[in-house]
């Protein structure tokens, strides 16, 4: 028997998802898939230690209470607002199978997050994509389409500008359905959209604790919503979907906010440091609210540099698409990874 013909035809016809490269070698200065730079709290690492043991043996609890509430209490929800998930990405995915039937629309702003684009073809859903404009804000004719659900990152991704929240507001407004507001890189940026959640029903806000907890290896997120939402993912999330040793991570991580906070405040000065210095080795730098740059090189192609980098064990993001194939991404590293990266650059421009 051929399985492969078992498929559903639009699992067979689709690409998957290329997350970035986790590479083996440890010399590798790793400034391609936004991880955070430190090591998450100690009391994290310290809890997790204390958990290790017998009571591994048994399940976790499916609805992560402990989490949901120490997160609700530190941003001012109830635990019925909180769903947990493994990693932001299952919620993401949670949101579409909830809400979007076979031919359902599905609004995505281009470029964004390609993870979206994945799951809502996975789903058979029909696309609406929007290119951003110049200046990657959303543009007129998204406020005129109708879709079920539609995503947008704020901060942006792969951008890594700050999306006005009256944009937002008014696409919450016209899209007719959900408007999931994904707030991966929120703790590097100067706002965030929570107080839009008290009288818009249908936004829900996504977040993970992969960038500013350092805890992407943990993969542990959550979304906030209206009670009645949360009530429906909660129906469709798999029993069990976070382990023990995440929830308990999560738990702790948020606890110590304040650590996390001074640290993405370091990453925000080292940014914005690194930005000027690419400035200077020609290569116009998008504003940026993460912890990550999308600069575009004026004197070789994005991908000659990203190649060069990668020669010198510098791994940085490129991606090879319409548009954003000329800009490389650089996640904001220690500061003596900083360094190097723009010695390396330096020393390859200077050669072109
Ligand atoms: C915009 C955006 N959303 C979600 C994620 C995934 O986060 P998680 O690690 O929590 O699944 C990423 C990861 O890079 C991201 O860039």
């Given at each position: 028997m051929n399985v492969n013909l078992l498929f559903r035809k639009n699992i067979s016809d689709m690409d998957s998802y290329v997350p970035g490269i986790q590479p083996k070698d440890a010399r590798v200065i790793k400034l391609n898939t936004n991880e955070n730079p430190y090591p998450p709290p100690s009391a994290v690492i310290d809890g997790l230690k204390q958990a290790i043991g017998a009571q591994l043996r048994l399940y976790p609890d499916p609805v992560c209470d402990d989490l949901r509430i120490a997160i609700a209490k530190t941003y001012g929800f109830s635990k019925d607002n909180i769903i947990a998930s493994n990693g932001s990405d299952e919620i993401l995915s949670m949101i579409i199978r909830a809400f979007v039937d076979p031919g359902d629309s599905v609004l995505l702003m281009y470029?964004?997050?390609?993870?979206?684009?994945?799951?809502?073809?996975?789903?058979?859903?029909?696309?609406?994509?929007?290119?951003?404009?110049?200046?990657?804000?959303?543009?007129?004719?998204?406020y005129s389409q109708q879709a079920k659900v539609c995503f947008v990152p704020n901060p942006n991704v792969p951008a890594g500008n700050y999306i006005d929240k009256k944009n937002l507001l008014r696409l919450a407004n016209t899209c007719g359905g959900i408007l999931v507001i994904d707030e991966a890189y929120v703790d590097f940026a100067e706002d965030s959209c929570l107080d839009l959640l008290a009288d818009n029903k249908n936004i829900i806000i996504t977040r993970t604790f992969s960038k500013s907890f350092s805890l992407a290896g943990m993969r542990i997120g959550f979304a906030i919503a209206d009670e009645s939402v949360i009530k429906g993912l909660m129906k469709i999330k798999d029993s069990y979907n976070l382990n023990r040793l995440s929830a308990l991570a999560g738990k702790i991580a948020v606890e110590n906010l304040n650590e996390v906070r001074s640290r993405a405040q370091s990453i925000k000065a080292l940014r914005d440091q690194t930005a000027k210095?690419?400035?200077?080795?020609?290569?116009?730098?998008?504003?940026?609210?993460?912890?990550?740059?999308?600069?575009?090189?004026?004197?070789?192609?994005?991908?000659?540099?990203?190649e060069k980098l990668l020669s010198k064990n510098i791994l940085v993001r490129f991606f090879d698409q319409p548009r954003v194939d000329q800009y490389i991404r650089v996640t904001i590293g220690t500061e003596n990874e900083m360094k190097i990266f723009i010695e390396t650059v330096k020393q390859i421009t200077e050669q072109v």
């Open positions: 470029p964004t997050y390609s993870l979206y684009k994945v799951l809502a073809i996975a789903q058979s859903a029909k696309i609406i994509e929007c290119a951003l404009t110049e200046d990657f804000s959303i543009p007129q004719t998204a210095q690419l400035q200077s080795l020609q290569f116009e730098v998008l504003p940026s609210q993460t912890n990550f740059l999308f600069a575009r090189p004026l004197q070789a192609t994005a991908r000659f540099i990203y």
